[in-house]
């Protein structure tokens, strides 16, 4: 059975890696772990580039610190494109044998209420438990469930980044 260690104990993060693998390779078992490790970036990256380095690092930590077959790390981030702010995330994964897989997640645009409260220095998160009034928002279907009625979730956003993370480890030949 193959270890995936996830460099979070995110309940979301933890359930979108399980349907990512889930999808990818039916019938087979994994046992996955949630690890608390630090990102090495600011607690809301603020760029694609710095994003990704979150991901990656956690994804990296998570892995030498399991010793699994699979590291994974999942990233949320606010950047900004041709003056309009987006929130989307980046998923890595790094195999025992070093091969990394990494893709972004889809992108929306960040609503002025939220950017507003990040700029105070809150959190997606956090804005999101304040301006809905609910708590722990993040754990839960996040911005994109809030600002689709729940058509999307942050779920589903990093499970799709999951499995296009993984399509360097699950068909090689075509990635190379």
């Given amino acids: 059975m193959k270890k995936i260690a996830i460099g ?15 999808a990818l390779w039916k019938g087979e078992e994994f046992l996955f ?11 809301q990256p603020m760029s694609v580039q710095e994003t990704l380095q979150g991901a990656k690092t956690r994804a990296s930590l998570a892995q030498e610190q399991s010793k699994g077959d699979f590291g994974v790390g999942l990233e949320g981030g606010i950047w900004e494109i041709d003056g309009q702010f987006f929130t989307g995330a980046w998923a ?3 195999s025992d044998e070093g091969v990394m897989g990494m893709a972004s997640s889809i992108h929306a645009p960040l609503g002025k209420k939220f950017l507003d409260l990040i700029r105070q220095g ?3 998160g956090k804005a999101g438990d ?26 589903r956003q ?17 990635m190379e």
């Fill in 8 to 22: 979070s104990q995110n309940p979301v993060k933890i359930s979108a890696v399980q349907n990512a693998f889930g």
């Fill in 33 to 43: 772990e949630g690890i608390s490790v630090a990102s090495g970036v600011a607690e």
């Fill in 92 to 94: 890595v994964v790094i």
């Fill in 122 to 124: 809150y959190e997606l």
């Fill in 130 to 155: 304040i301006i809905t009034g609910r708590t722990n928002l993040k754990h839960q279907e996040g911005y994109f469930g809030v600002i689709s009625g729940n058509a999307l979730t942050r779920e």
């Fill in 158 to 174: 990093y499970t799709d980044a999951v499995i296009a993370a993984l399509a360097r480890m699950k068909y090689p030949e075509l």
